[in-house]
């Protein structure tokens, strides 16, 4: 179909091509000629055919479907149609090597890919679901491409049968990701991503993969250490150079199939390890511009090509395998315990530390070739303080302020015999700190986490004028709780019941402090009418202990007994759907009498009242039932029958305090506001103020807390389980002043403290 179709006929001159193909082809046929018409010089392939399973490099399946089309290398121009999408039988698609452009097609969904190669073209885009549903893929080639940046895709994950992803210049941006080891990829042996714009470490996933050859080279961007290699023990060519990676060179010794490793153009630094120069099938290593320290490794040049340019690293001496000068090989020892700093790699040149031609060596001072200063102070030295110092004799000051040291104080550094001054402040060092000589100045201040005296034995006296000056931090720095976690929970408990107890305490002082205090004598308690109302006044008999008459407010009421069977039977017999909570003097269950009151039935628990009580219950219960305010729960009733002590309070809808403050979460409460807090403790100071104030029989409550603190549904709050205290069954025998009542951590401290 050399001829085009001109002007308006082109519509018409399509359908009847398509028509006449359709009727004799492949059902592939109009995707195929999709393609066709979208590569710019199809007569490089010859495509003439009306059925494609006759076109050159094109192959059919036996149902007559296109699966594999290979046109690499024609010198091709134009774009990839999406059509190719619908090619649902394809199983390998090869353009490499042509001067195509466009973006690449997405072809998601096609199952039975196995191998794809857009390689050297001049594609501009890759979508990011390109990859979604590849599941058969084995090989894709995406190297050599004017992509605009893109990210390697999460969708890669599908393609889990992937052995081979080559994607060198191909404009890659962003991480490596997280997914290119054993888990996903089993199968994975060639992982080629050359010269793009990768940037940040080697992630820890690619430990123990099986990939073979890696390339990683040229990004100028890849940083952080390389010491994941040491688990890639199916490697036989790394090429990792042109990156920022720090560090030593891990031990290789597992990488015996290693053949080509090329380090060159990092930031690398430490000692060749010996595991490298051993490795038998290495043919070639390159470790040019690094900061390598040490001796010049000595790799056997009959079968390994080297290239490690003299002054390209900092290896001590030039000549292979010449050990370096005693000293240096003490310092390396040292700082191989801080991964090796580049600072010091950058600096230490040659093989003499006390070399006083500048540039000396960073933070180091000799006396007569001696090292008799180590200052390492202000470098962000990360790792450990290595016990090897003890090795440098000669040390007569050791400082290490201002670090990221961490680990503890080698006791080997007591046996520096010339030692005057140890800093190591500033660090985050633990342990206890080594019995040095008195004559040592030890300074450990800013270690948060350092004891300063050696075990639990008690600080020893220091003379005055002593040298010996373990300087300490300000603060509580000497932590020597074994159990700092236990100690945290107290520490949020105790907030926690400071914080309720607070706002309580906050409330009662606004309260009192904005009304005018009434005389503490006065017998007779003015109703508080715009709170009371509906409270009248009567005379009763109190059942305190002078038995005197007190006027106070009380409700009228009729009998106070309640049948069992009623409480029964609105409780459905005590059923568990019933109970709206426990605490301490029995379960509360949820009732509706039958004029619709709702109720609270506490029944208590057997024993919290005892019989020889059973009088004292009647009576202060009758109390309790007359005692009605604005917020205070009202008591309703009671039931005593057999072994049964049932109380009948008013219900309130929105539970108890506690469970809006501490379990609005799991119970999926909107949390307080701080308005509505405040509101409150008001109430509850008022409801607290009024127990008190009832003259002779004055109620303290001796276990406010939030779980004894309801809400109604409009969020006021009204105090409850006030008096039953006194109903426990040990009230003949002390008086109820000299017995702690209520729970730990709501008590006023030197309330707990003076009856304990
Ligand atoms: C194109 O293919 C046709 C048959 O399909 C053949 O006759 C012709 O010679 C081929 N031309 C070229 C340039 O290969
Ligand atoms: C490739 O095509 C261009 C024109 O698109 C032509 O100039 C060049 O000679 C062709 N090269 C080959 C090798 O066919
Ligand atoms: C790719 O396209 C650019 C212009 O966008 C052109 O300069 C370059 O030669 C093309 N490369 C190939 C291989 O066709
Ligand atoms: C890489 O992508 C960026 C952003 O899309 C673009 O500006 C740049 O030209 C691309 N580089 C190459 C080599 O294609
Ligand atoms: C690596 O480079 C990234 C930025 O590319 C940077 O944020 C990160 O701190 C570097 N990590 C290391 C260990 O240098
Ligand atoms: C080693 O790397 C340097 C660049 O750092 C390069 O010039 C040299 O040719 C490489 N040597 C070998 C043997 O590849
Ligand atoms: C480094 O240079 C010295 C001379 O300064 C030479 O003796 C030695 O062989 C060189 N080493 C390497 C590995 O090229
Ligand atoms: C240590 O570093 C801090 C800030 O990085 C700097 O202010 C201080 O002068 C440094 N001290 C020394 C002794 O270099
Ligand atoms: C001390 O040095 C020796 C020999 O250089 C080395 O084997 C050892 O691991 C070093 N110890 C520490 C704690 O670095
Ligand atoms: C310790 O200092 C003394 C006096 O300066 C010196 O004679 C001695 O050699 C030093 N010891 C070591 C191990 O360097
Ligand atoms: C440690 O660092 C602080 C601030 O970072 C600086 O003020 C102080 O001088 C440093 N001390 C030493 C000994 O470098
Ligand atoms: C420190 O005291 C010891 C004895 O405890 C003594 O042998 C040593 O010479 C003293 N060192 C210095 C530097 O004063």
Known sequence: MKKRCPGIFMLLCHLSFTLSVHSQSSPDASAMQALRASLGNPINLNWSDPDPCNWNLVHCSNNHRVDKIIINSKNLTGSLPPELKNLYELTILGVSTNQLTGPIPSLAGLSLLQQLDFSHNNFSYMPPDF?????????IKLDYNQFSSWEIPESLNDASNLDSFSATSANISGTIPDFFGPDTFPGLIHLHLAMNKLQGPIPSSFAKSSIQTLWLNDQHKLNGS?????????????????????????????????????????????????SLVNLPKLGKVNLTNNFLQGPTPKFDISKVVVDMKNGSNSFCLDDPGLACDNRITVLLSIVESMDYPEVFAKSWKGNDPCNNTPPPWLGI???????????????????????????????????????SLTGTIPN???????????????????????????????????????QTFNGSSPPPEKPPGSSTETRTPPGPSDDRSNNPSDRKQIVVSIIAA?????????????????????HSDTMIIKPHQAENSNAIKVKVAGPSANGGESEMQVAESGSMVIPIQVLRNTTDNFSEEKILGRGGFGTVYKGELQDGTKIAVKRMEVG?????????????IAVLSMVRHRHLVALLGYCLEGNERLVVYEYMPQGTLGRHLFNW??????????????IIALDVAKGVEYLHSLAHQSFIHRDLKPYNILLGDDFRAKVADFGLVRLAPDIGQRSIETRVAGTFGYLAPEYAGSHI
């Open 131 to 139: 990859f979604t549903g590849l599941t058969s893929l084995q090989g």
């Open 226 to 274: 390389i010491s994941v290699l040491q688990s890639m023990t199916s490697l036989t060519q790394l090429w990792l150079h042109g990156n920022l990676f720090t560090g030593p060179i891990p031990d290789l010794s597992g990488l015996d199939s290693l053949e080509d490793l090329s380090l060159r153009d990092n930031q690398l630094t430490g000692i060749v390890p010996l």
């Open 365 to 403: 001072k000799c006396d007569k070739g001696k090292v008799t200063v180590v200052n390492y102070q202000n470098l962000s030295l990360p790792g450990t303080i290595s016990s090897n110092f003890s090795k440098l004799q000669s040390l007569e000051q050791l400082l290490l302020p201002n670090n």
């Open 412 to 450: 080997e550094l007591t046996t520096l015999s010339n030692l005057t001054k140890l800093d190591v402040s500033n660090n985050n060092l633990n342990g206890s700190v080594p019995n040095f000589r008195q004559n040592v100045t030890v300074i450990t201040y800013g270690n948060p986490h350092i």
């Open 498 to 518: 400071v914080a309720v107890f607070g706002v309580l305490i906050v409330g009662l002082c606004v309260y009192f402090c904005t009304r005018k205090r009434k």
């Open 608 to 620: 919290v009242v005892s019989d020889k009580g059973l009088a004292e219950f009647k009576s202060e």
């Open 665 to 678: 979460k799991e119970e999926q409460l909107k949390p307080l506001e701080w308005s509505t807090r405040l």
